[in-house]
């Protein structure tokens, strides 16, 4: 199964080269999802007046999935096709997604993209070098105007799930007082430990809320990946609703492969997206699939599924 990471890492090496295949045969495909929409010659995805209503929803778009365009390719497409957002970028790449009138809903985590998800906050000694990225961080989305920052709990490696709480919300004691400052809020991901991230720590929904309660503050919060806790637990849409508080940003995926979210996966979006609208919730929610097929088409017919 694919992971972050791992496409990260592809996309470095890939670059832009075929950008334009983002938006190829989107004139079809999309004039049954998202309205009359059309490719251009430049790789971008119109919308005629007859396309759907927007989203209730706030709706992002995370960058590694579409790692073969570049932040400012993805940007003109993802506004476009009506999306606020693209997200888990970096500081350096803010200005391709502002210029186009979205924003960045949920930042990247400082630090080496090779080790900062099973390298996190339940280790104490990692407090000493993440305090300090965590604090720059909070300034620079700050200073940008976004609304969150994203982290990671680490890998267990024999560690046990009271003393992981612990640590971190030792950790995370230190950079909630800047962040309340800022209106930064610290979304912890909740990731699965059984296909795509073995180890790691914060992998369901009852160990998130209990290191939200602990930390003690409306500005740390937890990042509900509905893909990853499919495959932890199941029961999304009661999760959801027994735990909202506790959530301050929502992820997307098909189960299984983290795929396209249609009728070739066992998630009904729809439904999801209305309990969490129904929960009062109004942060965003971002497109984090793999698109298997034309990559804007797919993503337009996401975008559609989910704006309830």
């Given at each position: 199964?694919?992971?972050?990471?791992?496409?990260?890492?592809?996309?470095?090496?890939?670059?832009?080269?075929?950008?334009?295949l983002g938006?190829?045969?989107?004139?079809?495909?999309?004039?049954?999802?998202?309205?009359?929409?059309?490719?251009?010659?430049?790789?971008?995805?119109?919308?005629?007046?007859?396309?759907?209503?927007?989203?209730?929803?706030?709706?992002?778009?995370?960058?590694?999935?579409?790692?073969?365009?570049?932040?400012?390719?993805?940007?003109?497409?993802?506004?476009?096709?009506?999306?606020?957002?693209?997200?888990?970028?970096?500081?350096?790449?803010?200005?391709?997604?502002?210029?186009?009138?979205?924003?960045?809903?949920m930042t990247?985590?400082?630090?080496?993209?090779?080790?900062?998800?099973?390298?996190?906050?339940?280790?104490?000694?990692?407090?000493?070098?993440?305090?300090?990225?965590?604090?720059?961080?909070?300034?620079?989305?700050?200073?940008?105007?976004?609304?969150?920052?994203?982290?990671?709990?680490?890998?267990?490696?024999?560690?046990?799930?009271?003393?992981?709480?612990?640590?971190?919300?030792?950790?995370?004691?230190?950079?909630?007082?800047?962040?309340?400052?800022?209106?930064?809020?610290?979304?912890?991901?909740?990731?699965?430990?059984?296909?795509?991230?073995?180890?790691?720590?914060?992998?369901?929904?009852?160990?998130?809320?209990?290191?939200?309660?602990?930390?003690?503050?409306?500005?740390?919060?937890?990042?509900y990946d509905?893909?990853?806790?499919?495959?932890?637990?199941?029961?999304?849409?009661?999760?959801?609703?027994?735990?909202?508080?506790?959530?301050?940003?929502?992820?997307?995926?098909?189960?299984?492969?983290?795929?396209?979210?249609?009728?070739?996966?066992?998630?009904?979006?729809?439904?999801?997206?209305?309990?969490?609208?129904?929960?009062?919730?109004?942060?965003?929610?971002?497109?984090?699939?793999?698109?298997?097929?034309?990559?804007?088409?797919?993503?337009?017919?996401?975008?559609?599924?989910?704006?309830?």
């Open positions: 199964m694919p992971t972050r990471r791992e496409f990260v890492q592809r996309g470095a090496a890939v670059g832009g080269a075929i950008a334009t938006a190829v045969g989107a004139s079809s495909a999309c004039a049954s999802t998202a309205g009359a929409a059309r490719a251009t010659s430049d790789g971008h995805v119109t919308r005629s007046a007859t396309s759907a209503s927007a989203s209730a929803i706030k709706q992002s778009v995370c960058k590694w999935c579409f790692n073969e365009m570049t932040v400012d390719q993805l940007a003109a497409n993802a506004k476009r096709i009506g999306l606020k957002s693209v997200e888990l970028v970096d500081p350096t790449d803010y200005a391709d997604v502002t210029k186009h009138g979205l924003i960045v809903a990247n985590a400082p630090g080496d993209p090779r080790t900062r998800i099973p390298k996190g906050w339940n280790r104490v000694e990692n407090h000493g070098w993440l305090v300090p990225l965590y604090q720059d961080y909070i300034a620079k989305v700050s200073a940008a105007g976004f609304p969150n920052l994203i982290c990671f709990s680490g890998n267990r490696d024999g560690l046990g799930d009271d003393e992981g709480i612990e640590n971190c919300a030792k950790g995370l004691r230190e950079i909630v007082p800047a962040a309340e400052k800022a209106g930064i809020t610290i979304c912890m991901e909740l990731l699965n430990s059984k296909v795509n991230h073995p180890d790691y720590q914060c992998d369901h929904t009852a160990w998130g809320v209990k290191l939200v309660e602990k930390v003690g503050s409306e500005r740390f919060k937890l990042l509905i893909y990853h806790m499919q495959i932890m637990e199941g029961d999304v849409i009661r999760t959801i609703k027994d735990n909202h508080r506790a959530i301050g940003h929502y992820h997307t995926g098909g189960n299984p492969g983290r795929h396209e979210i249609d009728e070739s996966q066992e998630l009904y979006y729809p439904a999801i997206m209305r309990a969490i609208q129904e929960t009062g919730f109004t942060g965003y929610v971002a497109q984090e699939f793999v698109p298997a097929k034309d990559p804007m088409t797919s993503l337009a017919d996401a975008y559609r599924r989910c704006a309830v």
